[in-house]
């Protein structure tokens, strides 16, 4: 059983920076794909990045290349999602996923909101 919990979020200017972790506890993040998805209000949730535990393989939606950084820190069990050039698009709640490669396992945490307002 794994718990995911979120940090890092809170409001910033439009080109602000902010960095969210998703801390893992209670069992191994082997074998497990870490995701960050986003839901703003009045929308469905939708994936954003997302990182293989095992090998260090990342995945971007267009909207955030070039601007957003996950990384992994296997020793802590954490996830980071480093955000840079923020715009008020990217204003919703961030949730962390994990979801095992080899098994029906799927994890949520709790959600951190990030507002980018001016």
């Known amino acids: 059983q794994l718990t995911l919990v979120e940090s890092g979020g809170g409001s910033v200017q439009p080109g602000g920076s902010l960095r969210l972790a998703c801390a893992a506890s209670?069992?191994?993040?082997?074998?497990?794909?870490v995701g960050w998805f986003r839901q703003a209000p009045g929308k469905d949730r939708r994936g954003v990045s997302c990182?293989?535990?095992?090998?260090?393989?990342?995945h971007y939606v267009d909207s955030v290349k070039g601007r957003f950084t996950i990384s992994r820190d296997n020793a802590k069990m954490t996830v980071y999602l480093q955000m840079t050039g923020l715009e008020p698009d990217d204003t919703a709640v961030y949730y962390c996923?994990?979801?095992?490669?080899?098994?029906?396992?799927?994890?949520w945490g709790q959600g951190t909101q990030v507002t980018v307002s001016s």
């Open positions: 209670g069992s191994t993040l082997d074998g497990y794909a």
């Open positions: 990182i293989t535990i095992n090998d260090g393989r990342t």
């Open positions: 996923n994990a979801k095992s490669t080899f098994s029906s396992y799927n994890y």
